[in-house]
């Protein structure tokens, strides 16, 4: 295992020197895709509460007032950190169920 975690570590180092580089030929769409995939990796991706709305597709106050109906978690906070924050997963579950 450790194999593969030094192996996939030297290939996103040598990615994101080509990128700080302006070497890379990464498009757009496959940046994004890259970002993509590697958020769902992570199993605590996090959302502010802007990108939150904007994913769900719904305005501030509607999302606000879905969290006091508990139709939407309420967020979670971080210690050090003023701003809540929302896990995909748990957005997911929202829009699935």
């Given amino acids: 295992m450790d194999y593969l975690v030094k192996t996939l570590v030297e290939m996103l180092r040598k990615k994101a020197d080509e990128l700080e580089t302006g070497i890379s030929t990464l498009s757009p769409s496959e940046a994004f895709d890259a970002i993509e995939q590697m958020s769902k990796l992570s199993p ?13 597709n719904m305005s501030r106050s509607t999302f606000d ?24 997963a748990d957005l997911d579950k929202f829009i699935y169920d």
């Avoid at 605590?44 to 769900?56: G, I, N, Q, T, W």
């Avoid at 006091?68 to 979670?76: A, L, S």
């Fill in 44 to 56: 605590e991706y996090r959302m502010s509460k802007a990108d939150a709305c904007s994913y769900l």
């Fill in 65 to 88: 007032s879905w969290i006091r109906c508990e139709m939407i978690p309420k967020g979670k906070k971080i210690r050090g950190w003023k701003e809540l924050y929302w896990e995909k």
